[in-house]
């Protein structure tokens, strides 16, 4: 069982429950189309949750996904978790489901995007890929989804604003080399522009008339990542959701959630369901 949640990671399973069944509505009356789902952080199975739920274990969106019946299957669920434990247990949970097409690999998103790309690209043409990426932290590197361009992919993307890349950019502006590379392959973009984006360097003179030089991190980094994140998806896809902001219990951005894709009716799909999601915030229980 995974042990990392609260009422966001509710919230970010009902968004995407709710968008593939608004999905597989679309779909139904397209059967010249085969549909792929692709969650890259599949887990167990089961999430331990803190919070105001009522439930403090839920489905994660792996059991919830599989599970939906009507108006029509996934042809292929292909979960990825990296953890081997993980992997095997949510391979056993997924027994009880009768239905094909259900691949588990305990391997790296990374990797597996990659090859998702490929797939799409060559014997996969007939397919359609619905993919969900919602990593703890920075796993993802911005080469996998890059990977993505110009393929019948609609992706969930948790980017973890408020966490990773805000506390690799340090307020003095010193930065190790390991943690640059780090934000290098987050972002896509190299050390000089990072530190255009999030610092500001300014020069005086001091009492003994010597220049000094000092760096500072710009205030509302959170709300840089985000665009800058944001600005860097539609290099790939053609349209980008409004983002949900996932708090934790103190109310601070940890992720901000959004769909991105090469079709406008599937963001303003998602744009409704997060709306409605933002009203909702906290008031019903996880059914």
């Keep these: 069982m995974n042990k990392f949640g609260g009422i966001w990671t509710y919230e970010k399973i009902k968004i995407v429950e709710k968008y593939a069944r608004a999905y597989l509505e ?13 969650d890259g952080f599949a887990g167990s199975g089961d999430i331990e949750v803190d919070g105001v739920l009522d439930e403090k274990i839920i489905e994660g969106a792996a059991k919830r996904i599989i599970s939906i019946e009507e108006p029509r299957f996934f042809d292929i669920y292909y979960f990825v ?42 014997k996969g043409r007939a397919y359609k890929a619905l993919a969900f990426v919602d990593p703890c932290g920075m796993e993802v590197n911005w080469e996998s989804i890059s990977a993505l361009k110009d393929l019948s992919v609609d992706l969930w993307i948790l980017v973890p604003t408020g966490l990773g890349p805000n506390r690799l950019l340090a307020r003095s502006g010193k930065i190790s080399d390991s943690w640059f590379l780090k934000l290098e392959r987050f972002f896509g973009i190299p050390k000089n522009l990072i530190v255009e984006t999030f610092y500001s360097v300014s020069e005086s003179i001091d009492l003994f008339g010597n220049k000094m030089i000092t760096t500072s991190k710009n205030v509302k980094a959170v709300d840089k990542i985000k665009v800058l994140y944001t600005q860097k998806i539609k290099e790939v896809f053609k349209f980008v959701s409004n983002p949900y902001e996932l708090e934790n219990s103190t109310h601070c951005i940890m992720y901000h959630f959004f769909l991105a894709s090469n079709n406008q009716t599937a963001v303003n799909i998602a744009n409704d369901i997060i709306k409605k999601m933002k009203n909702e915030k906290y008031g019903t229980n996880f059914n």
Aim: glycine share 6%; proline share 2%; hydrophobic share 40%.
């Design 26 to 38: 679309i779909m139904k009356d397209r059967p010249y189309w085969k549909l792929l789902y692709f």
């Design 81 to 122: 978790e990296l953890d081997k434990a993980k992997a095997a247990r949510l391979e056993k949970g997924l027994e009880s489901i009768k239905r094909s097409g259900v691949y588990v690999v305990a391997d790296d998103c990374n990797k597996k995007l990659l090859d998702l790309a490929e797939f799409l690209k060559g």
